[in-house]
Structures are given as structure tokens and as C-alpha cells.
């Protein structure tokens, strides 16, 4: 079993009102130090695949078509590795 | 400045309706090799702290009071880093 890591974020010109929303929740809890915070989604995928190689193949498919809409957020693999079977 | 990434995850015995429903849709489209999907949370945090050990205290508390929910999800700093100012 091979187990991928996916970042999905808002590209950087796109608004992110939820983000917004925390930072001022922080700033009325008194954290002033918080000047900026964006949201972004994480995937964890487990994958019956051969390789590392076929499951990085897989995950950008994957990530390209159905976790992240391109026109507003943008992917990154952060982690490919093949974990021990349960 | 400093830059922070924190990751929100269900716990592992929490249901993760969302994560079902990205597996069905990419077994639906063909990629039988998708054996789970987890989907969480992530944030980028902007500090303006004095040093990293100052963010870190901040962002534990941040995560815990305001970005997780401690009953049903974790928190994971995953990176502290001071950036350069824009």
C-alpha cells in the first residue's frame, strides 16, 4: 500500500473569506500577532499500486480532476510513501 | 514575519463522509487503485512575532482553540519558518 499527501490551496489572487474570517476571530480573542491566514484542503490517499512511481502518475490525475478545481486552486504532492499493510 | 502550516485532521475513528464520497467518485471514474481517502484542513498562518519559538507557542494555542475542534479532530504544526518581509 502506498500512501499520498495532497495540499490543495486557493491560488494567491483568489479571496479567501473563511481565512479572513479566522484571522479576525483571532484578532478578537486578542491575538494581534496573526496578520494573515488561508484555508486550504489536505488529502490523504491510500493507494493499491506498485510502486511509488504509479502512485505519484495516479495522485496527479487525481488531484488535477477531481480534489482541486484549477481555475481557482492550485495542487502539490507533499508526500509519496509506501507504508507497511495493516 | 513568520509562516506558519498547521494540518487539522479528523481522528482516525471519526467518519469522514467527504473522504467517501472522493473514493467513490474516483472508483466511479475508473481509478480502482484508491483504497481510502482522508480529507482535513489545513492553514497558513502569518505571525508578527520576534522569533519561531514565539509562533510555535501561539500557533498551539491558536490550533487548539480556535482551528480544531479537540473532540473530534487533531492538530499538526507541520512547519515554522521565518520568511522574508514582502
Chains 1, 2 share one sequence.
Do not use: W
Not at 481565512?19 to 496578520?35: E, F, N, P
Not at 499500486?49 to 490525475?61: C, G, M
Request: net charge neutral; hydrophobic share 40%.
Amino acid at each position: 500500500m502506498v500512501k499520498a499527501l495532497v495540499h490543495v490551496t486557493l491560488k494567491p489572487d483568489v479571496l479567501d473569506p473563511q481565512g479572513k474570517a479566522i484571522q479576525r476571530a483571532a484578532t478578537s480573542l486578542g491575538y494581534d500577532a496573526v496578520r494573515g491566514v488561508r484555508q486550504g484542503k489536505l488529502f490523504e490517499i491510500e493507494l493499491d499500486v506498485r510502486d511509488e512511481e504509479q502512485a505519484r502518475k495516479l495522485v496527479t490525475e487525481l488531484s488535477s480532476k477531481l480534489l482541486a478545481n484549477p481555475v481557482i486552486e492550485s495542487f502539490d504532492i507533499v508526500r509519496i510513501a509506501t507504508s507497511p499493510s495493516p
